[in-house]
């Protein structure tokens, strides 16, 4: 079985516990307007790779992962794209090392295309990018019905779930769609953390190499308390969803 990968990074710290070997898969469903990976969107590219493959190159920093309290973390891109390559990977890795897998995933993705990977996976990173449907579809190209039905998939098989959102000053940071997002994760039982990721232009320059227009060209990244402020919503409305 062949997967088409981006590039691998052997010493992750932000995607998952520990210290993690990141596997970022090629071709992704979503355009999204701040993603600082555009790179990995076309399907058509990248490296052709085998199970074997990676887990030669994990093998010599198995000890790092292991002792960190790390593991795996497969990324894109969209990996669930790639479903059966990741959940292959995932198996082998696990009996192979015994090593915990997570996957970042945008949840653009059937719950019936993820079951047996969901069988390998320990812990799902879930970007929720915008509850409002209408301003998704502007800011990802596309709507938001599948992830929100992949959501509550996860949370039927109690999965361990972190939520991600990138928070973008005058994009995602409205009163209304912050606490929707709270009462959202607030229903959902399996969830463990939410991180609240301030926007960046850290890939401004992929999109100048690609040759595309960068479409939040003069958006600054929020401030430490807009970042609070919005931390504050979420929590709140996550609490009261929890309550009812």
Known sequence: MLGRIHSIDTFG????????????????????????????????????VTVDDIIAEIEPYVNYYRNSGGGITVTGGEPTLQAPFVAELFKRVKERFGLHTALDSSGFCEPR??????????????????????????????????????????????????????????????????????????????????????YHRMGVYKWQQLGREYPLEGVPSPTDQEVARARQIIDKAREDAMIE
């Open 113 to 198: 295309n993820a079951e047996e990977l969901m069988k390998h996976t320990d812990l799902v990173l879930l970007d929720l990018k915008q509850m409002n449907e209408k301003k998704h579809v502007v800011l990802t190209s596309q709507s938001n019905e599948r992830i929100l039905r992949f959501a509550a998939y996860l949370t039927e098989i109690e999965k361990p779930i972190w939520i991600r959102h990138v928070l973008i000053p005058g994009i995602t940071d409205d009163y209304e769609d912050l606490s929707a997002l709270g009462q959202f994760v607030g229903k959902m039982k399996s969830v463990e953390k939410v991180e609240l990721l301030p």
């Open 13 to 48: 710290t932000v995607d998952g516990p520990g210290i993690r070997f990141v596997l970022f898969m090629q071709g992704c469903a979503l355009q999204c307007q701040f993603c600082h990976n555009p790179d990995t969107w076309d399907t058509s590219i990248g490296r052709h």
